[in-house]
């Protein structure tokens, strides 16, 4: 079976850890592995570092991965998707301002409901005085009180409705600029499948289903975090929020998959510190410095050539000059050495 016949798992984005720079994503395929291992799955960004792919198997403990790559493909783009997009855009604008309307009007019941005040009959002047009917009173309290309770549930559904369709809009408009923008010209549009062999147990691979879970990096992902200090004049105490702000461009929707942010570089390199040995006990004093220290290499063969050459020549007095009587003629004077003293004689 060759890479281009292998089976074709579909996948799903489970979490994102979005980095200063880059984020993590993973996600999970589910599938039958074959009698040769090899299996192709797809979904995966056009943006991914291709060298970044990872895959281990998180059920079936019998098989492992052997091998994981990122592989290009091409596909061909589909001529009717602009207009596609096209349409999907004009139905979600409708269906957004049907919601908008509806919210519009409950807004205005809300209003009107809560506009209402008891207001006392009019009173002539020769008419004698009435009391109030409070009973009258509070039960249009309650009534008020009550149809206001239902009226504002009914609007926060709304709301969420229309912020659920705004979103379903956005998507779309983003879609539709991609169709019409990163179409190329020549109808054909390249992806990334992530190309898995799987070894292990005979039994597993014979027709159970396996779980894979594949990591891959994307560089088109930042956050920045945003506070809010919450404080009522008088008290001691507030409240600090934090809250994320996040940006990316992978190619992704990350609509409900869980989220988690680090401060640390995606593309940094960690290595491990080298931990120094250190000893733990009592502490010592520094021995003295001794002046005493080994001679220096080589000094035996300083004087090794001067043994060598022998004795130096004897110098000659020069032409002209005479020894005489302690004095040099013609010469400076000097003091000649004393004699050497007489041998000691032998005893009779």
Do not use: N
């Not at 369709?165 to 019409?180: I, N, P, Q, S």
């Not at 179409?183 to 005979?202: E, I, M, N, W």
């Not at 461009?249 to 609509?255: H, I, L, Q, V």
Request: hydrophobic share 40%; charged share 30%; proline share 9%.
């Amino acid at each position: 079976m060759t890479a281009g016949t292998a089976p074709t798992w579909a996948s799903a984005l489970e979490s994102v850890v979005v980095y200063a720079q880059g984020a993590l994503c993973r996600r999970v395929a589910r599938g039958t592995v074959p009698a040769d291992g090899r299996v192709r799955v797809k979904g995966l960004p056009r943006s991914l570092d291709p060298h970044s792919v990872r895959a281990r198997v998180l059920s079936a403990p019998g098989v492992r991965v052997t091998e994981a790559r990122a592989e290009a493909e091409a596909e061909v783009v589909d001529a009717d998707a602009v207009d596609e997009a096209r349409r999907e855009v004009d139905r979600l604008v409708d269906a957004y301002k049907a919601v908008e309307a509806r919210r519009e009007r409950q807004l205005k019941r809300i209003e009107e409901v809560a506009g209402l005040r008891p207001v006392p009959p009019g009173r002539k002047r020769d008419d004698p005085h009435r009391r109030t009917p409070v009973d009258a009173w509070l039960e249009l309290a309650d009534f008020v009180d009550e149809r206001l309770t239902g009226l504002h549930a009914t609007l926060r559904e709304l709301e969420e409705e229309l912020r659920r369709a705004d979103h379903e809009l956005d998507v779309a408009h983003d879609r539709l600029e991609r169709a019409g923008s990163d179409a190329p010209r020549s109808g054909v549009a390249s992806s990334y499948c992530a190309v898995l062999t799987l070894a292990g147990a005979g039994e597993a691979q014979g027709g159970s289903e396996v779980e894979v879970e594949i990591e891959y990096g994307v560089p088109g992902a930042l956050w920045v975090p945003t506070y809010r200090l919450a404080h009522r004049q008088g008290e001691d105490s507030g409240r600090l929020v934090l809250r994320a702000s996040v940006a990316q461009r992978s190619g992704e929707d990350w609509t409900g998959v869980r989220i988690a942010f680090a401060t640390a570089d995606l593309r940094r390199r960690t290595d491990l510190p080298r931990l120094r040995s250190v000893r733990i006990g009592r502490g010592q004093p520094a021995p003295a410095p001794s002046g005493w220290r080994e001679p220096p290499a080589g000094l035996t063969d300083l004087f090794s050539g001067y043994d060598t050459a022998g004795p130096g020549p004897q110098t000659e007095p020069a032409a002209g000059a005479v020894m005489a009587g302690g004095a040099m003629a013609g010469g400076l004077a000097y003091d000649a050495p004393p004699p050497p003293p007489p041998a000691p004689s032998a005893l009779p």
